[in-house]
């Protein structure tokens, strides 16, 4: 019998083997990065037309509730607030009723921008509790357990009609996407995101508008694989067709994360064949090689007329990550 903890352990080893500014905006930056601090104004030059926070892998139980505490007293301190925030997946660590629960009521004692979110692979997770309650993975999923109650589950939570959805905030296109089966379904897809005909479909369609360039967020859960190759258990399983998707628009920039890599690590920014992909740390599970205790992380993302700024938080002690800004010209 797999017991939870090896069970973790096992998907955790399969993640491992898998330019100059002005003295104003220096200033700026500086004031910016001081523990305790949000930025009370903007830097010299136009505003963003969007500021959203991306906060994944929150992996939501009473034993990580304080993370989760620490990340949005920090992001709702900022002045101007934020247009959104985009969970990215793994919102809730086990997918039970009594995760949504207690989601929902740490989220409610906030005063929140509107809030948008996909599925990962954890939200599936409640086909390894048996009718007790037992975390227990010995023979398959547990009877009357089912992805369909998953993806119910999500969805009454989220209030959508559907486990993917976009949305244009301060005129800047959200896309997001959505694991939508697991092993109970389709043994085969194991922690990899499987999206259908219809979902694929609909983000060719989707992606219309940007033939003129406009930029366009689009977030998945888990990351991808090597260019040229579908991916398979932890990655986006469609890759070929995922990317092949995205090549015609020139403004495109995904985020992804799954992995819980540090944003002190290298790679969380690489410039893909035709698009920009980012992969966020974790609030509830960060990894480490951080140069705090226990590191909680996540990425603020602003869109400018004539750039996106992507800078990574460290939330436990309301700092910026020096080595985890990036500002992408765009085209």
């Known amino acids: 019998m797999l017991s939870r903890r090896n069970f973790m352990k096992a ?3 399969a993640l491992v083997a898998a330019a100059g500014g002005t003295a104003l905006w220096l ?9 305790g601090t949000g930025p009370r104004e903007q830097p010299p030059g136009p505003s963003p037309s969007l500021s959203l926070w991306l906060l994944s892998d929150i992996h939501m139980t009473e034993m990580l509730e304080s993370k989760l505490h620490l990340a949005l007293k920090d992001v709702t301190r900022f002045d ?5 925030i985009v969970f990215g997946g793994d919102q809730v660590e086990g997918g039970r009723e009594s995760d949504y629960a ?6 409610s004692g ?11 692979n954890h939200e599936y997770y409640h086909i390894w509790y048996d009718a007790q309650g037992n975390w227990t993975t010995a023979n398959g999923p547990n009877a009357g357990k089912t992805d369909a109650q998953a993806r119910e589950r999500f969805l009454q939570f989220m209030g959508y009609e559907r486990p993917w959805r976009d949305a244009w905030v301060g005129g800047v296109h959200l896309i997001m996407l959505s694991q939508e089966a697991y092993v109970q ?4 897809v194991g922690e990899g995101a499987w999206y259908s005909d219809e979902q694929m479909a609909w983000l060719k369609e989707t992606l219309k508008p940007h033939a003129d360039g406009k930029p366009a967020l689009v977030f998945i859960h888990q990351p991808l694989p090597p260019d040229g190759q579908d991916g398979g258990t932890h990655r986006l399983i469609r890759a070929k067709e995922f990317r092949s998707t995205l090549a015609p628009y020139r403004n495109v920039f995904v985020f992804s994360g799954h992995t819980h890599r540090n944003l002190e690590t290298e790679g969380r920014y690489v410039r893909d064949t035709t698009f920009h992909w980012f992969n966020n740390a974790s609030v509830g599970k960060t990894r480490g090689g951080s140069l705090v205790s226990s590191p909680v ?9 004539d750039r996106v700024v992507v800078r990574g938080r460290e939330f436990s002690n309301a700092t910026w990550i020096g080595v985890a800004e990036w500002t992408v010209p765009l085209t």
Do not use: C
């Open 80 to 84: 101007p607030p934020a247009d959104a």
């Open 110 to 120: 906030y005063k929140l921008p509107p809030t948008y979110g996909l599925m990962g």
């Open 11 to 13: 998907i955790a080893s």
């Open 185 to 188: 379904e389709r043994p085969e």
């Open 102 to 107: 207690l989601l929902r009521q740490v989220l």
């Open 27 to 35: 200033a700026w930056r500086k004031r910016g990065s001081a523990a």
């Open 297 to 305: 992380q996540g990425m603020y993302v602003q869109v400018y007329p």
